[in-house]
């Protein structure tokens, strides 16, 4: 039987439009949630399931912005999770972008951190709010 062992939350912004974070470095990760999930009594297989929200405003020109989700605190860290939308010439709203991420099997250590960026490839990008950062984690079995 799955047994959740950990529930944690990254919140940046709760609000629309209360914050203004501009994205000042062209296709550069900048991050925007990070969690650290408990393994206490794990054994078997894992799994964490982790979504999140973040919304931008865009400037008035095609604008590609990329989510990504690594396995550690650096950009570089193993991925988990990237997906990029585009976004057209005409879109003048801030703009809500989810996601919805599963890593199964990772690593048991004492704790699993995982971590959020946004990354845009145009200037005058400017995150808005509301941002937040979710994870669970699961085991197939406890430990003994």
Known sequence: MTQLLDARTSQNASYAN???IPILVIDTPQLFGVIGLNT???AGTLRAQLTGTISVQLPLALVGVTITVVRGTLPTDPLI???TSTFSLS???PQVITFSAADYNPP???Q???SAFISANLLGTI???PENFNGA???DSLAG
């Open 127 to 129: 995150r808005v709010g």
């Open 18 to 20: 209360s914050i203004a």
């Open 81 to 83: 999770y990237s997906a």
């Open 40 to 42: 206490a009594g794990a």
């Open 137 to 139: 984690l699961y085991s």
């Open 108 to 110: 048991l250590t004492e």
């Open 91 to 93: 879109v003048l709203a």
């Open 112 to 114: 699993i951190t995982y």
